[in-house]
Nanobody
Framework: QVQLVESGGGSVQAGGSLRLSCVAS????????MGWFRQAPGKEREGVAA???????TYADSVKGRFTISRDNAENTLYLQMNNLKPEDTAMYYC???????????????????WGRGTQVTVSS
């Protein structure tokens, strides 16, 4: 079955960096649209970055210029490089995928039907 497993979260100070990874299995990863999402306590889940097969990307305004989404199809892995982290980036981060090629790749969570369990990112000031 489809499985997505995130890793790489942790606690950092403001201005620091983290790289999240999401290993995919059970489906033809290279044809999927993939995305990173986050959810802070008491808030709705929001899209952070998305990437479709072919390389087109979409970023939330709040992370543009700081976060970079990428994928390694040979390793079935999705990445999120996060630089210049801010306390407001603190959240549980999830990766998700869908077997539809959207353009542009969407940030709305309801477009995605396969989800990982998340990895926690905490940024202190």
């Amino acid at each position: 079955q489809v499985q997505l497993v995130e890793s790489g979260g942790g606690s950092v100070q403001a201005g620091g960096s983290l790289r999240l990874s999401c290993v995919a299995s059970g489906f033809t990863y290279s044809t999927y649209s993939m995305g990173w999402f986050r959810q802070a306590p008491g808030k709705e889940r929001e899209g952070v970055a998305a990437l479709r097969s072919g390389g087109a990307t979409t970023y939330a305004d709040s992370v543009k210029g700081r976060f970079t989404i990428s994928r390694d199809n040979a390793e079935n892995t999705l990445y999120l490089q996060m630089n210049n982290l801010k306390p407001e980036d603190t959240a549980m981060y999830y990766c998700a995928g869908v077997n539809i090629t959207y353009y542009p790749p969407p940030l709305a969570p309801n477009f995605y039907n396969n989800w990982g369990r998340g990895t926690q990112v905490t940024v202190s000031s």
